[in-house]
């Protein structure tokens, strides 16, 4: 068979590595130079030497033979040599493969199975993949010593020096061959290109992709390779350069002589085109190769100026090709989905049926007739010499023969350090029983009783010690439980087997005295307290602490019981450690079993290598070996880590006739054999594999064969076993003597074992597995298998399933855990019938397997690696071999991978972990993983879900080498892994998602409308109190009679009321403004305020020549400049508009906005501070905008003290008043006209809410520019005559309290504030609320604090505000959000009246197909929605259908409608777009009331009537803000908010410390800022995009991840997602990492 011969290779030195290295005319090697050679190749790829002290040694070796090439670098020499051993060989390939390609990854290693890999990349077609961009920092980082700890697991510590350095040198250059500071040179140019000092391409800061490939041509003008040559195609003539910085190309000379341009963002090909031919052209990723052959921006020649690198996105926003470019090319691939297509079924109304996997009618079945137990050879009776129980063979051989041998422990260097006897082991046995019970003791009481448990913690190097705690345990008649010796408080799994201590109430701990000074120590000196650990004394056993016992005692030696005899721990699939009970008569009756199977003789000298704590090493070496009187040679893994040849070597010495190993000792041997040429295995009678049930144990089996036959090792002596925690030993291949059928091999197909169906295979020649037996079961057992889920039917014999034993030598519970104990060790088999198998139960092996021809029983995997797709199995070793078979060497260190399965969206999904070599570059890694998944779907026919590198020598260490499993996922689960690369496969790996949805037709309006009920509901409309039958004590009447009141049936514009106040109160104090340390800085009575307002006019008419109706943009930090100027202008007759300064630090991004609002609100002059002035005219400003085209700029520093001869009157209250801009969270600039009798009726409707008068003093924290802040800052005070407190917001960064301060110091009633400011209140004042109550601060004054916002209620930050600020006094009921949107600034306002704020839960789903769904608190899917206030006075709501325009019914989703004296009159836009003002202001119901006209606020939402009355006595409606009508996401036919993604998202991981996402091009973009370490930026992809598919069924597209503060806020604290998305797409956010999912 293939198999054999396959390793055959490893026996002569292989050609290929000597060949490779020379040139053409290459000189013939001496053999033992090819050799040498060929070890060096060897410990390079093995990471046992440095790039540099390969390439040292290497030229020494070769130096005498080639002074041709005496001249080249030898690192370009180093090129070829990966070059041609990388090359993927073609099934047809005869040549013998260099041995580079198998080191320590030989377990997984089969060239059957590598050759079936290579063929299936090669089937396929080149798929262009986009390359993850990833930050230069978190680049390099990942590749140098920063990430990657020393190997702890390697000996040769003493080259860490210079490991180092070589390191670095591979990790950084970016070229083979280019020396250090040309690597340099070669970052730094690539960073000044870019305009943010960045670029967020990986590939242009790693290696050249084409690096590779290009060069492959063997002529050996790989130095053509210009290192300075990037950015070739720069354009820097034109302006839409922002292309051309990030685009680094670099020029690759072929031999045909025409230079192709190699862009560095070119995909990894997913092709191993090694060998490229002259005519390859770049890979196209713009996707416009057919339009323009070579045209794009990358292939441009240099003089031509090509836009094709700036693509418009659909909103027409220029956008920088690289990142389109990758989307577009993520499209392309997602084009062609591999997912079966969605069939089509009835939808129910609120459940989204996940798309479930009906099995392919043409997958196999099996055909077979249903098996019957199996069973062994009966137990020989033995007679007299069978010793009634393990303890009575123990006091036979240590009376009767005291001398001989028991077990030899062999240090470090593999020098027998002690042989201990068995007349030693029977007297310290006893030493340690009775000091045990006799010596401890607390309070006069005995500390043990006889079935105590005790924890045996052992170093693997002391066998000596641990066979003596282990058998005076027994003696004691205590439980030993063996554990591993805890390294660090931190260990892998240490937790769990705390967990395991606790359960089986273990108090005492036996260990060595050397071991104990080892463990971590707590400050007061005893052993430190270990994470989960319960408290547990410590013993050491060494002599000097165990007592001798005195002549009478004699320990209790009775026949072997059903009392249990020790606890053997293990960790299951999930993680988590069980104790196993094994009993005394199962323990004898083990050990007869295996002696029967074995042969074993008295006095044999048997060699273990496995670790004698557990399964095989324990049952062999400790247990059965005393029953025999064998003598063990134990050999410590640290010396197999020093010596993988230690164990051959101790069975040639001692002539040992059995060795227990695992097929990694024999595979490690291979490697180390070669300086051994005496060794002899003829003394062997049996070798067992421990691990032989692993399918993959056949490759080390054959491979060490080929080897050692010729040094006397007998083909029949290898003996595979099968065994489990659970059943001990269920089969081993007999011994050849025993007259046994020969072995069984069979080459299954795996797709038949993946639907549980063994089929020899025959034509699917790439995925196969070959498997050998693991010989016949144990005597007097018997066996079973059946299916694995469901009712244990017994399979037929063509059928994988479990294999089940029934016999008295298996454990018997698992401790403490009845339930589980039912399951696994009571099982019944029954017949298709129903009929049990048998009387007995039978104990479940996690064995997954078959019974063959002859009896024989063939393992193909166990449940712990078992993964369930979409109802195919699949063997996690499986996959990690064809993963391995990838061009292994190149990529994993140390063959170290880990595969496991997680539950994501109702399906498992697999993932791949694996470290990556340190020198492995960027563009490798990911073309390696690219044909990872290609080879696993190929052979495996399943999608992988998320492929993960990380540093070597990262991922958790089992304690006895190999990678902890379930710790690594748990930290992937965590988002603790770290790893340096990751891609993701969702769109390819879940195919169960809900259908899309499809619209139905609406119902027409007659079938619906009933008088005021829709569809059978109460019409959905709600209104606030009525203005006209409320008395509304006017202004006039408050103030006292000498004053002279305004006449009485006429209006009253803002002006009138302000000079008004001016005489009748002219000292009354309407605002004090506050500084950062809570001083008045500015404060205004009514006379100050109207005598700088008509400074201010006179300034307009005189020095401005301004006319009325001119519009004159205010220019001011928040203060009373900015109200004094706003009435200025209405006292000239000026149409004011309020604009924020420009931010000094940040001109670029702040002063175009400003710009663009003077220019489109065709404002003549600009009015501000003297300082701000010349800003607007400063240098810093002319690099952002052009300063020559400002209007005429006018500072009021200084005013001119003359009284103005005449105020304006406007002709008709319908005048326009003021002009509100404010940039909506879509980014787009809306300004809204609101005329005089507006900004009356808002004053009026919030004074009759707020209960505002002249008495009343309100606290302001709100930005002053727009909307509600405006109108509260500078309206409501001049109108009502309540004084206000003006915190600015911006204070509050250098004083968090200062807001809190200020309402605590004035006794504040009604406050308000905005989002942003509850969030720093939040954060910054969190921890300090006790600080803040020592400053006398209390907050039991305010009776309302509301959010002024234009979004749905934030109930969790408005929740966490209440419960840190309860402690000062703060009610629960005071907080509470305002609405208001462009139509209507004020909404709803909750007051001072009325009932407090409700809220209800609504299930998401439903919410996706505009439907409101109330549920109950806590259930699945459910949303808090927080009613956003109470409705103002005078103002009208209804909820209308956004398409039909028809209206809804209650509690049903719809776009809100307003219709309110205080509405905005419309739009103010440079072109006067009719037919949107119409629709948005003044618009009509298509039934019912066609008469009122709303205006369209743009969010939806819906309005319930509740159980409440409000003040008027009617029951309350209570409105829910749903979201923005232009912020929705339609994906799959559904509406998504937002705002429910980003919660989502940012529970997946403490670091997110904010989230946004937006679509593009039908892919949703997931931003998050990092919080936290750059280390942690990869652990989010997996994390977001699982919390995404899980909760919103949607798949991420892109994963971009951020520093804090990169995604922009407003000044409400609402977060610009399409400033972001621009961002984004034009390549500015400077992202830590940006992963594309597939």
């Known amino acids: ?686 070798l067992i594999v421990a691990d032989g049930a692993n399918p993959w144990s056949i490759s080390s089996c054959d491979a060490f064969l080929n080897v050692f036959q010729a040094r006397g090792l007998r083909p029949e002596v290898i003996c595979p076993c099968a065994s489990s925690s659970e059943a001990m030993t269920v089969a081993i291949r007999r011994p050849p003597e025993s007259g046994v059928p020969p072995p069984g091999k069979a080459v299954l197909s795996m797709g038949g074992l993946s639907h549980s169906v063994i089929r020899v295979d025959t034509e699917e020649k790439l995925s196969v597995l070959t498997v050998q037996d693991v010989g016949q079961v144990m005597p007097a057992a018997l066996v079973c298998v059946v299916r694995v889920e469901g009712t244990p039917y017994l399979c037929h014999t063509d059928e994988v399933g479990e294999i089940c034993v029934s016999s008295a030598s298996t454990g018997t519970a698992y401790y403490g855990l009845p339930g589980r104990t039912k399951n696994v060790f009571e099982t019944i088999p029954v017949k298709l019938s129903g009929i049990p198998v048998s009387d007995r139960p039978f104990t479940r092996t996690s064995l997954l397997g078959f019974v063959g021809p002859d009896s024989l029983v063939f393992v193909v995997g166990k449940m712990d690696g078992l993964m369930v797709v979409s109802g195919r199995r699949h063997n996690a070793d499986d996959v990690v071999a064809t993963a391995l078979a990838v061009e292994p060497m190149k990529f994993v260190y140390r063959g170290r991978i880990a595969v496991f399965s997680v539950a994501v969206l109702h399906d498992e999904r697999i993932v791949v972990v694996a470290e990556q070599r340190p020198d492995a570059s960027e563009e490798d890694s990911f073309q390696w993983m690219s044909r990872v998944l290609q080879a696993i779907d190929s052979i495996h026919q399943v999608g992988v879900y998320c492929l993960a590198l990380v540093p070597a020598n990262t991922l958790p260490k089992a304690p006895l080498g190999g990678i902890h499993i379930s710790e690594t996922k748990q930290r992937f689960l965590e988002g603790c892994l770290h790893p340096c690369n990751v891609l993701m496969c969702p769109h390819t790996c879940v195919t169960n998602l809900p259908k899309p949805r499809q619209k139905q037709a609406e119902v027409g309006p007659a079938s619906m409308i009933v008088g005021n009920l829709v569809a059978g509901k109460r019409i959905a409309q709600a209104c606030g109190r009525d203005l006209s039958q409320l008395e509304d004590n006017d202004q006039a009447r408050k103030v006292d009679s000498s004053s002279i009141p305004p006449p009485q049936n006429q209006f009253l514009y803002m002006q009138d009321v302000l000079q008004w106040r001016a005489q009748a109160t002219p000292d009354h104090p309407l605002f004090l403004v506050l500084n950062a340390k809570g001083a008045v800085v500015n404060s205004a009575s009514c006379l100050q305020l109207h005598k700088r307002a008509e400074r201010v006019a006179v300034a307009l008419t005189e020095k401005g020549r301004l006319n009325a109706g001119d519009h004159v943009a205010l220019v001011y930090p928040p203060g009373i400049d900015l109200i004094a100027t706003f009435y200025g202008c209405l006292y000239a007759g000026c149409v004011p508009v309020t604009v924020r300064p420009p931010h000094p630090q940040n001109l670029a991004t702040t002063l175009p906005t400003v710009k663009m609002i003077v220019e489109v609100s065709k404002s003549v002059c600009i009015l501000t501070t003297q300082a701000i002035m010349k800003l607007l005219k400063s240098k810093e400003a002319a690099a952002a905008v052009d300063v020559k085209s400002w209007p005429m700029v006018l500072d009021t520093d200084d005013l001119p003290r003359k009284r103005t001869p005449q105020l304006y009157k406007p002709p008709t209250p319908e005048m326009l008043a003021y002009l509100d801009f404010s940039v909506s969270t879509t980014g787009i600039l809306a300004g809204v006209k609101m005329s005089h009798a507006a900004t009356s009726a808002l004053c009026r409707s919030i004074k009759l809410q707020c209960e505002l008068y002249p008495s009343r003093q309100i606290a302001i924290c709100l930005d002053p520019y727009c909307g509600l802040g405006f109108a509260l800052w500078c309206l409501c005070s001049v109108y009502s005559g309540h004084q206000s407190i003006l915190v600015p917001p911006l204070e509050l960064e250098t004083n968090a309290s200062l807001w809190l301060s200020a309402v605590s110091q004035y006794k504040v009633r009604v406050t308000f504030c905005s989002y942003s400011v509850m969030e720093m209140c939040t954060k910054g004042l969190g921890s300090q609320t006790e600080a803040l109550r020592l400053r006398n601060v209390n907050l039991s004054c305010v009776r309302t604090c509301m959010v002024v916002a234009e979004e749905r209620p934030r109930i969790s930050l408005t929740q966490t505000f209440s419960k840190i600020f309860k402690d000062l006094g703060l009610s629960t009921r005071a907080v509470s959000t305002t609405f208001g949107c462009r139509v209507n600034v004020a909404v709803c306002l909750q007051g001072t009246a009325g009932p407090d704020p409700t809220t209800v839960y609504v299930d998401m789903r439903a919410l996706r197909h505009d439907r409101v769904r109330l549920v109950e608190r806590g259930s699945p899917h459910s949303l808090p929605l927080m009613e956003s206030g109470k409705i103002l006075p005078g103002v009208k709501v209804i909820v209308a259908n956004t398409e039909t325009k028809g209206p809804l019914g209650d509690s049903h989703l719809g776009e809100i409608w307003v219709s309110s004296p205080h509405n905005a009159t419309g739009y103010y836009t440079v072109y006067g777009e009719e037919a949107l003002h119409t629709d948005h202001f003044n618009t009509r119901l298509c039934f019912g009331d066609t008469v009122t006209n709303w205006a369209r606020t743009g969010y939806l939402g819906f309005l319930r009537r509740t159980e409440l009355t409000d003040a008027s006595g009617e029951r309350h409606d209570a409105l829910y803000v749903v979201g923005s009508l232009d912020e929705t996401l339609e994906l799959r036919g559904m509406r998504y908010h937002p705002i429910d993604i980003e919660t989502s998202v940012i529970r997946a991981h403490k670091s997110i410390a904010e989230c946004a996402v937006f679509t593009w091009t039908n892919l949703l973009v997931v931003v998050v800022e990092l919080e936290g370490s750059e280390q942690e930026a990869l652990d989010l992809v997996a994390l977001v995009t699982n919390v995404v598919l899980e909760e919103h069924y949607l798949i991420v597209g892109v994963v971009v991840v951020v520093d804090p503060g990169v995604i922009p806020i407003n000044s409400r604290g609402e977060k610009q997602r399409m400033h972001l998305r621009d961002g984004f797409l034009a390549d500015q956010l400077d992202p830590i990492y940006v992963a594309y999912n597939m």
């Open 1 to 686: 068979m293939a198999e054999r011969t396959s390793s055959g290779p490893l026996m002569e030195p292989p050609p290929a590595a000597a060949a490779v290295a020379l040139p053409a005319a290459a000189v013939t090697l001496p053999a033992e130079v090819r050799e040498r050679l060929a070890e060096l190749e060897l410990e390079l790829s093995e990471g046992d030497i440095t790039q540099k002290g390969y390439e040292k040694k290497r030229g020494k070796l070769l130096a005498p033979y080639i002074p041709q090439i005496q001249g080249v670098d030898p690192s370009l020499q180093r090129d070829h040599r990966i070059q041609v051993s990388a090359q993927a060989p073609l099934p047809g390939n005869k040549n013998p493969k260099s041995r580079a390609t198998n080191a320590r990854d030989e377990r997984f290693r089969s060239d059957l199975h590598t050759e079936a890999v290579q063929a299936a990349l090669a089937k396929y077609k080149e798929r262009k993949m986009p390359m993850p961009s990833k930050r230069r920092s978190v680049l390099v980082q990942s590749s140098v010593e920063a990430c990657t700890p020393p190997d702890t697991s390697s000996a040769s510590e003493d080259e860490g020096s210079l490991r180092r350095q070589g390191r670095l040198t591979t990790a950084t250059a970016p070229f083979p061959g280019l020396a250090h500071p040309g690597a340099e040179h070669w970052f730094n140019r690539v960073i000044q290109g870019s305009s943010s000092t960045t670029s967020s391409s990986a590939s242009s800061t790693s290696s050249h992709p084409g690096g590779r490939g290009a060069n492959s041509n063997t002529t050996g003008n790989t130095s053509t390779i210009p290192a300075n040559n990037t950015a070739l195609t720069a354009n820097n003539t034109t302006n839409n350069t922002a292309v051309t910085s990030n685009n680094t190309s670099v020029t690759a000379n072929h031999s045909s002589g025409g230079g192709h341009v190699l862009n560095a963002n070119a995909l990894a090909d997913l092709m191993a085109h090694t060998q490229l031919d002259n005519h390859w052209v770049p890979p196209d990723v713009t996707g416009l190769s057919e339009r323009s052959q070579g045209g794009s921006m990358r292939a441009a020649p240099q003089g031509h100026h090509h836009h094709a690198g700036v693509m418009e996105t659909a909103d027409g926003v220029p956008v920088n090709s690289r990142v389109s470019s990758k989307i577009q090319q993520l499209l392309n691939t997602l084009k062609r989905p591999k997912r079966p297509p969605l069939r089509e079924f009835f939808l129910d109304d609120f459940e989204e049926l996940l798309d479930v996997q009906q099995p392919d009618p043409h997958q196999p079945k099996p055909e077979g007739q249903q098996m019957g137990p199996l069973e062994g050879e009966p137990l020989e009776g033995g007679g007299g010499h069978r010793p009634p129980s393990l303890l009575a063979a123990l006091q036979r051989w240590g009376t009767t023969q005291p001398k001989s041998p028991c077990l030899t422990a062999l240090d470090n260097s593999g020098k027998a350090v002690y042989t201990l006897t068995y007349g030693k082991l029977w007297s310290r046995s006893q030493k340690l029983a009775y000091s045990l019970l006799n010596k401890l003791s607390s309070r006069n009481e005995p500390l043990l009783l006889p079935g105590d448990r005790v924890a045996l913690v052992f170093p693997n190097s002391d066998p000596v010690m641990f066979m003596v705690a282990f058998y005076g345990c027994l003696l004691a008649q205590l439980v030993p439980v063996p554990i591993e010796v805890p390294l660090t408080r931190k260990d892998a799994g240490s937790q769990q087997v705390g967990f395991l201590l606790g359960s089986c109430g273990v108090t005492l701990a036996l260990t060595t005295d050397a071991c104990q000074k080892g463990l971590p120590k707590s400050q007061t000196g005893e052993v430190a307290a270990f994470k989960g650990w319960p408290r547990l004394l410590w013993f050491v056993t060494d002599s000097k602490h165990v007592v001798k016992p005195p002549k009478d005692w004699y320990p209790p030696i009775q026949e072997a019981s059903n009392y249990i005899a020790y606890i053997e721990y293990k960790t299951s699939k999930e993680g988590s450690t069980m104790g196993i009970t094994v009993t005394h008569a199962a323990m004898l009756a083990h050990c007869q079993s295996l002696t029967q199977a074995c042969g074993y003789a008295e006095a044999e000298t048997i060699t273990n290598v496995l670790d004698f704590k557990r399964e095989a090493g324990l049952w062999h070496g400790v247990l059965t070996s005393v029953m025999n009187r064998m003598h063990v040679i134990s050999i410590p893994y640290s010396l197999m880590k020093v010596n993988p040849l230690s164990w051959i070597q101790k069975v040639h010495t001692y002539k040992a006739r059995v060795a227990v190993v695992k097929s990694r000792d024999m595979h490690w041997s291979l490697l180390a054999q070669r300086d051994q040429r005496d060794l002899s295995l003829s003394s062997l009678r049996m």
